[in-house]
Each structure stands twice: as structure tokens, then as C-alpha cells.
């Protein structure tokens, strides 16, 4: 009953979570506006079978253009502006339960917020589970059937973590052409797009390690490495009455700290799960500017 009980919350709470998201979203749907630079150039490595062909929704409601059955990973870079750069890089991966990225609420807007602060963002394409065009019904049934949902990323994970820390590797070896400093990358993840970040994190590979960390409502991320003494500053937000990833992100918490590791807990009361950049009238809403003030707190905005 217990499992019936939360299984009902975490859907009920998706699903409203998607309806503030439209009336937030709803106008013109955003379109891809930047050639997607190939992660991967010679191909990457591993595969999942029977991929179908990759698909670009651009819709006025949900969370906005999505992207789905992605198979080839790339970037999009947004620049900042010359007069206002501080050499600060963002690597910013959006969210989708695995199922598809939501490109542009939690992936495109935030680049662009980022730019108005003087950070470069780059926005990760990374790879997903396949799914068809009711991707929405797909994903809220594996939410309901845990091991479902981690028997389907399970073989995915090595492949986001890669694209996550090729994704560095790549912003590290063009900083001159990014006009970034390579000891100031960051990167960035929303819910799924957070599990990416934090794998990509705890990889603990030099070369692609990031410089600091930014996860929100981050999701999925069970199985995680330990944490080490070596890793990075965290800035980690959740809503209270999310249903759906609150006690993951307690715990990636409490791992942080378990390992002396510089961290920063941000809790809102409200605003459940997949808020993005979208304003939806509640205390979520106020994220962007905790993150500014962490950042600039952290000398990250400082030229």
C-alpha cells in the first residue's frame, strides 16, 4: 500500500509539475537556434541497440522543445557577451528522466541567464533511453516501477558519464577559442541531467573533472561512486515538496559532507520537480538568484 500510495504522489506531482511548465512555457516554442558541435567526432564510444531516429519536439506547453532517442551527443555553445565575460564556463545538462532533455526549459533558458551574468554556457546533448512519441506516459510509468526505471538506465550510465566528461575535456582544450579560463569550468545538471553531472563528477578523472558543481532537484542517482576528499564545491537545490527526488538529494548531500567536501544545501518550500528556468509563482522561482549569489560568493563571476 505504502508503495501504491507514493507511487500515485510521484505521478500526480509529475503531472503537475508538467501543467505549471506549460502555462509557463506556452507562446512560441523554442527552436534549436545553435549548430550542434559533435561530442564525439569519430563516434562515441558504446552503444544502446535499436536506437530510432532521433527527434526534435518543439512544443508550446510541457516543458517546451524537447529532444528524444538522442544517439549522436554534441554541445551548444552559448557565448557570453565580450563586454561582460568573466572567463567563467557553465556545462549545463538538462533533465528528462533519461527519457528525453528538456532542451529548452532547463537547457537553452538557463544558457541564456547564464550569459546575462557573463558565463559562458554550453549546453550537453547527451545520450537517452529510446522511447515513442508518448514519452510522457513511458517515463511516468517507469517512475512508478523503480527497478524498472533503474534496469533501463543502468546500461546508459557508463555512456552519459562519458559524454559528461568528454564534455569537459572538450571546454578545457577550446578555452582559448571559448574565451574561458580552463580552471573555471563548471558543470551543471538538472534532475536526470544532475545524475549526469554528479557521475561525470565522480569519475574523479582529472582532465574531466569539473571545477565546481551545480546540481537541481538531481535525480536517479543511485549507485553513485564515493565521494572524495578531492571533490569539488557543490551547490545543490531542491524543493520540499518534490515527489520525486528530495531524499537523493539529501543524500548526495550528506555524502558531500561525509567526505569534507565544500558544499552548500539549498532547500525552497515549494515548487515540486522540473521548474527550470520557468516561472511558476512559487518559492522555486528564487533559484536563479541563490545561484548567483554562490557563484559570485565562490569568485566565479569575478573577471
Known sequence: MR???LGGAIALGLAAT?????????GTPTTIDKKVIPLWPKGAPGRLPDMPAEVTELRASNPGTIMRNVTV??????????????????????GGGFHLLSIENEGIAVAKWLNSLGVTAIVLKYRLIATGDDVQRALIG??????AMMRAIDPLQPLVTADGEQAVRYVRAHAKELKIKPSRVGLMGFSAGGAVSVWTTLANHADSRPDFLVTIYPGL??????????????????ADDDPIVRPEADELQQAWKAAGAD???????????????????????????KLQQWLDAKGYLRK
Open 221 to 238: 542517482i543511485a549507485g553513485h561512486a564515493a565521494v572524495p576528499a578531492n571533490a569539488p564545491p557543490l551547490f545543490d537545490l531542491v
Open 73 to 94: 551527443p554534441g554541445l551548444l555553445v552559448y557565448p557570453a557577451d565580450p563586454k561582460i565575460a568573466n572567463g567563467t564556463a557553465m556545462i549545463v545538462a538538462p
Open 18 to 26: 508538467w501543467s505549471l511548465a506549460a502555462c509557463a512555457s506556452a
Open 142 to 147: 517507469r517512475l512508478l516501477n523503480r527497478s
Open 263 to 289: 558544499t552548500t544545501y539549498v532547500t525552497v518550500p515549494n515548487g515540486g520537480h522540473g521548474f527550470g528556468m520557468a516561472k511558476t509563482g512559487k518559492a522555486s522561482d528564487v533559484w536563479p538568484e
Open 3 to 5: 508503495r501504491s500510495i
